[in-house]
């Protein structure tokens, strides 16, 4: 028997459940989704699918997946599946192509919601006595209410800023003595840089950081820790599921919790759909076991993760999956060869004086493919120096990945900077 530690005892409320829990869990949801979501009947009835057919939770598999595209075509409130007088909110992914996608909610989802995500700030050892600026987006997008509510069930201060005005971000964070900031990865750093571009790093009084919404590299968070004097925490979440706070990192930074009483996990091969051995590299599958609103069945989050064994040291009970290490659809194949981006960071992390602002460009001459990796590196205008950094880089890529590719190394500052999501891969090969 381990014991819970006194810091996450509090967590102790909320309890794992068994297999044969989750069953029923499970076994609830497809009565519930078959009586009152039109978007599952029809799916249901369309693939042929029988519920009666599951008879334990190996029998899952043989469940169809749902696909964000089904999402996107059940535009505008096709996914509904609560009465209208029972939903209280919609939030809608980014939709940056095609139409987006809208998930309704009914009071239920928002508490539940809320509750994940003071579970993590709790995870992160966050309490009623911290202030916890808030700096990703409000509105349609999930992220900013979500940790806005959280914070505000923790019992803490939330100063609610939203992203952009750096200039009134760096004042708040100053005057306010923020304990706290949730932010995107390329935000974080964002400010960090400026922080150390005006010197005023003893006015910043940070502990932590609860980061998330995109890969990033541990380069890139060793910088940030380390230019926002803060313990950095990995939070995951997707709009389509509840939004942040799915899943999150503790203490012990050795993967993410998530919330197995209320989400089903399960990690597939992203060619064949078949479900993987434990521990190894595939796409995440998620299954809501307590929406109302827009509950959704084995939806394909196209995240690249693995599931971690074992308990973990920190004494939080709940199962652990690894950091997102990219996306099926980021997946770059060139020469034959497949290449997620966490190798990517991976590789530069081993090379010395290397930063973890990067540029990946694909293009075809003649047949022939080729990538062109241009990266940040320190002393870059010292050419010989930067010669050296090339040698170094190509020769990675070679031992690690098995490709060879064109190397260009940058002064820190030249690539862009963004406050939502850094576009890494340029693909010019079919224009
Ligand atoms: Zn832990």
Known sequence: MYSHSMQYSILE???VPSGEELFHK????LKYISENSPFYR????KENVKIEFIKSLEDIRILPFTYKEELRDAY???????????VVRIHSSSGTTGKPIIIPYTQKDVDLWIDLMKRCYMLAGLTNKDRIQITPGYGLWTAGIGFQLG???LGAMAVPMGPGNTEKQLQMLMDLRCTAITSTSSYALLLAEEIKRRGIRDKIHLKKGIIGSERWSKKMRARIEEELGLESFDIYGLTEIYGPGIAQECRLHDGLHYWSDLLYFEIIDPITGEILPDGELGE???TTLSKEGAPLLRYRTRDLTRFIHGQCACGCPFPRIDRILGRTDDMIKIKGVNIYPGQIEDLIHKVEGVSSEYQVLLSRECGKESMLFRVEVE???DPCFRQTREKDIKKAFHDLIGISVDVECLNIGDLPRSEKKSKRVIDTRDI
Do not use: C, D
């Open 284 to 286: 995440l599958v998620v």
């Open 42 to 45: 029809h799916k249901f009835s």
């Open 13 to 15: 409320e909320y309890i």
């Open 26 to 29: 499970f076994l609830s949801l």
């Open 76 to 86: 505008p409130l096709g996914l509904q599946a609560a009465p209208e007088e029972k």
């Open 379 to 381: 002393n870059a205008h």
């Open 151 to 153: 914070a505000e069930k």
